[in-house]
């Protein structure tokens, strides 16, 4: 199931604001990702946000691409993410945000999305360890 619906989208601000003071984060370049294990309360094992800023792209044009190109490579790519939140009994909070100056190609994008997912895991678990 490759979808991406509203209720998988972040849009709180008691959460956003609790993610970025609380929230761990690294940078997969060009994304940077802060992420925070969060009680939700959705069908969704994780939320997500995106932002690119407009002080690096002034045209929405442009952004509107970058967000596109990021949450296609997330819908296509979730799914072990998802799995491995659900068999722990977790849920997390992402922000994946646009770091580079230029526009990189979908196939860049898409690759680092998959490394940062399988990275936060990482992260998860050695959080859950130690």
Request: some cysteine; overall charge positive; hydrophobic content about 40%.
């Amino acid at each position: 199931m490759q979808t991406f619906t509203k209720a998988e989208r972040l849009s709180r601000k008691k959460i956003i604001e609790e993610l970025f003071s609380k929230g761990e984060s690294f940078l997969q370049y060009p994304v940077k990702v802060v992420w925070l294990e969060n009680p939700l309360d959705g069908d969704y094992p994780a939320q997500v946000l995106i932002s690119v800023p407009k002080r690096k792209f002034k045209h929405a044009v442009d952004r509107n691409l970058i967000k596109r190109r990021i949450r296609e490579a997330y819908r296509k790519n979730k799914q072990s993410f998802y799995e491995f939140l659900t068999q722990r009994n977790k849920t997390c909070v992402l922000a994946l945000l646009y770091v580079s100056v230029e526009i990189v190609s979908y196939a860049e994008i898409e690759k680092k999305i998959i490394v940062a997912l399988e990275r936060c895991k990482q992260e998860m678990n050695e959080k859950t360890a130690g």
